[in-house]
């Protein structure tokens, strides 16, 4: 599978996404100053999107090539996401979810506001989730009982909802390259490389290698590049052993 950017063939580093999962605003800037040159996009999420703002958003485009992945998880009425995506769109961003949710609405509520100015991933099942927690919160028994099937029926509505991609785990990128095309974009968190297994909060983990095999587009990377001791080599690794993969495809 040839992937690709802007027409042009990925760099393995263009895989990697890296979370700006701190609380303030001068240990994202040391963050960006490490690695603004090694990884594709930076993603911004809840936490530092609240402390910082928009201010953040600027620094990453003004002082790196890399994109901005924002993470917001937006979840309202269609109306209120129109309105909250339309003002995201005016900040330049590469990517920003949706929750794929209860509605269909709401996910081309997301898709109308962003005016193709960034590109809409709906977020299908949250990685730390597994099947006892969706049994928990009342879901039908079967989808609470086979992830892949409700991640490939929420990824189905992104689709039809004019969504670019998708939020999943790894193990669920090959069925929604199959069903849905190489075009629709995987991007999937909880990845972790084989010598950090490690599970902590993430319930469905695979390899950066396995990852890419099945088809996913980009990789967030957070805690197994920040808790390292040398967090630049950790990324060396995983672009060599990314390209490795791209190099047997």
Not at 148 to 172: D, F, P
Request: aromatic residues 4%.
């Amino acid at each position: 599978m040839q992937h690709m950017r802007d027409g042009q063939p990925k760099a393995a580093k263009d895989y990697l996404i890296f979370p700006l999962d701190v609380a303030d605003e001068q240990s994202a800037y040391d963050w960006i100053d490490r690695l603004g040159d090694k990884v594709g996009l930076f993603k911004v999420g809840l936490e530092l999107f609240i402390q910082v703002g928009p201010r953040i958003v600027r620094h990453i485009k003004a002082t790196t090539q890399a994109g901005v992945f924002l993470d917001l998880k937006l979840h309202d009425i269609p109306a209120t996401v129109k309105r909250a995506m339309s003002r995201i769109a005016d900040l330049g961003v590469t990517f920003a979810t949706v929750h794929c949710g209860e509605s269909v609405r709401m996910l081309q509520a997301a898709v109308d506001g962003s005016q193709q100015q960034v590109g809409i991933l709906g977020v299908t099942v949250l990685t730390s989730i597994g099947s006892e927690d969706l049994k928990q919160s009342g879901l039908q028994p079967d989808l609470a009982a086979n992830i892949k099937q409700l991640v490939l029926k929420r990824a189905r509505l992104a689709k039809q909802a004019g969504c670019v991609g998708v939020i999943c785990s790894g193990l669920e990128a090959a069925d929604i390259k199959a069903a849905l095309g190489n075009d629709f974009l995987t991007v999937t968190p909880g990845i972790r490389p084989a010598w950090n297994l490690s599970q902590d909060d993430q319930k469905r983990i695979v390899t950066p290698e396995m990852a890419i095999r099945d088809g996913a587009d980009y990789l967030v990377i957070g805690r197994p590049i920040r808790d390292a001791a040398f967090p630049e080599e950790v990324v060396r690794q995983i672009i060599r052993n990314i390209e490795k993969v791209l190099a047997a495809a």
